[in-house]
Protein backbone atom coordinates (compact mmCIF):
# COMPACT_ATOMS: atom_id res chain seq x y z
CA UNK A 1 0.00 0.00 0.00
CA UNK A 2 1.34 3.00 -0.87
CA UNK A 3 1.13 6.63 0.64
CA UNK A 4 -1.72 7.85 -1.38
CA UNK A 5 -3.73 4.70 -0.75
CA UNK A 6 -3.03 5.35 2.68
CA UNK A 7 -4.18 9.03 2.89
CA UNK A 8 -7.29 7.13 0.83
CA UNK A 9 -8.34 4.60 3.46
CA UNK A 10 -7.39 7.15 6.17
CA UNK A 11 -9.35 9.84 5.13
CA UNK A 12 -12.77 6.99 4.35
CA UNK A 13 -12.64 5.55 7.77
CA UNK A 14 -12.45 8.90 9.42
CA UNK A 15 -15.40 10.41 7.85
CA UNK A 16 -17.65 7.66 9.29
CA UNK A 17 -16.48 7.80 12.71
CA UNK A 18 -19.09 10.89 12.60
CA UNK A 19 -22.39 8.92 13.13
CA UNK A 20 -24.37 11.62 11.06
CA UNK A 21 -22.25 10.64 8.06
CA UNK A 22 -22.62 6.94 8.57
CA UNK A 23 -26.71 7.72 9.01
CA UNK A 24 -25.84 8.66 5.21
CA UNK A 25 -23.51 6.00 4.26
CA UNK A 26 -26.36 3.63 5.40
CA UNK A 27 -29.35 5.72 4.04
CA UNK A 28 -27.27 4.90 0.32
CA UNK A 29 -27.07 1.69 0.37
CA UNK A 30 -30.25 0.82 1.57
CA UNK A 31 -31.66 3.34 -1.10
CA UNK A 32 -29.39 4.03 -3.93
CA UNK A 33 -30.78 7.63 -5.65
CA UNK A 34 -29.17 10.20 -6.67
CA UNK A 35 -30.10 12.68 -3.76
CA UNK A 36 -27.96 10.34 -1.36
CA UNK A 37 -25.48 9.87 -3.67
CA UNK A 38 -25.63 13.56 -3.90
CA UNK A 39 -25.48 13.88 0.29
CA UNK A 40 -22.67 11.39 0.90
CA UNK A 41 -20.26 13.01 -1.82
CA UNK A 42 -20.87 16.64 -0.12
CA UNK A 43 -20.26 15.31 3.37
CA UNK A 44 -16.73 13.39 1.73
CA UNK A 45 -15.43 16.75 -0.37
CA UNK A 46 -16.16 18.88 2.70
CA UNK A 47 -14.25 16.37 5.26
CA UNK A 48 -11.44 15.64 2.90
CA UNK A 49 -11.14 19.78 2.29
CA UNK A 50 -11.04 20.33 5.63
CA UNK A 51 -8.41 17.32 6.31
CA UNK A 52 -6.52 19.08 3.56
CA UNK A 53 -6.58 22.19 5.12
CA UNK A 54 -5.14 20.87 8.16
CA UNK A 55 -2.14 18.93 6.79
CA UNK A 56 -1.20 21.65 4.65
CA UNK A 57 -1.35 24.47 7.73
CA UNK A 58 0.59 21.61 10.30
CA UNK A 59 3.21 21.24 7.45
CA UNK A 60 3.83 25.26 7.05
CA UNK A 61 4.18 25.48 10.72
CA UNK A 62 6.70 22.29 10.64
CA UNK A 63 8.63 23.78 8.09
CA UNK A 64 8.47 27.46 8.61
CA UNK A 65 9.65 27.43 12.05
CA UNK A 66 12.78 25.10 10.51
CA UNK A 67 13.12 27.55 8.24
CA UNK A 68 13.37 30.20 10.87
CA UNK A 69 15.66 28.48 12.51
CA UNK A 70 17.91 27.98 9.62
CA UNK A 71 17.88 32.02 9.19
CA UNK A 72 18.32 33.25 13.03
CA UNK A 73 21.10 30.71 13.12
CA UNK A 74 22.94 31.78 9.61
CA UNK A 75 22.08 35.78 10.93
CA UNK A 76 23.63 34.98 14.69
CA UNK A 77 26.83 33.45 12.26
CA UNK A 78 27.27 36.05 10.45
CA UNK A 79 26.63 39.13 12.54
CA UNK A 80 28.47 37.59 15.55
CA UNK A 81 29.84 40.45 17.91
CA UNK A 82 33.53 39.66 18.70
CA UNK A 83 34.78 39.97 22.44
CA UNK A 84 37.57 42.28 21.79
CA UNK A 85 35.77 44.55 19.31
CA UNK A 86 32.96 45.26 21.69
CA UNK A 87 34.60 46.06 24.94
CA UNK A 88 36.80 48.15 22.18
CA UNK A 89 33.23 50.04 20.70
CA UNK A 90 32.14 50.25 24.85
CA UNK A 91 35.35 51.52 25.92
CA UNK A 92 35.98 53.96 23.48
CA UNK A 93 32.48 55.72 23.76
CA UNK A 94 32.68 55.78 27.36
CA UNK A 95 36.54 56.83 27.55
CA UNK A 96 34.83 59.89 25.02
CA UNK A 97 32.63 60.84 27.29
CA UNK A 98 34.44 60.33 30.42
CA UNK A 99 37.11 63.10 28.84
CA UNK A 100 34.29 64.98 27.97
CA UNK A 101 32.28 65.91 31.09
CA UNK A 102 35.52 65.26 33.43
CA UNK A 103 38.78 66.64 31.72
CA UNK A 104 37.69 70.38 32.23
CA UNK A 105 36.67 69.88 35.76
CA UNK A 106 39.90 67.73 36.68
CA UNK A 107 42.01 70.22 35.45
CA UNK A 108 40.40 72.82 36.83
CA UNK A 109 40.17 70.68 40.26
CA UNK A 110 44.01 70.09 40.03
CA UNK A 111 45.03 73.60 39.71
CA UNK A 112 43.25 74.59 42.84
CA UNK A 113 45.12 71.86 44.47
Not at 81 to 105: G, H, I, M, Y
Request: proline share 2%; charged share 30%.
Amino acid sequence: MNNKEKAYSLSYTNIFSDKSNKVLLDSFLSQPNEENANLLDEKFKFFYFNAKVSKYVSKLIRFYSIDFDKRTNKQRQRYQLQKEDASNVFDTQVNRQAEELFSPRLYLFLSIV
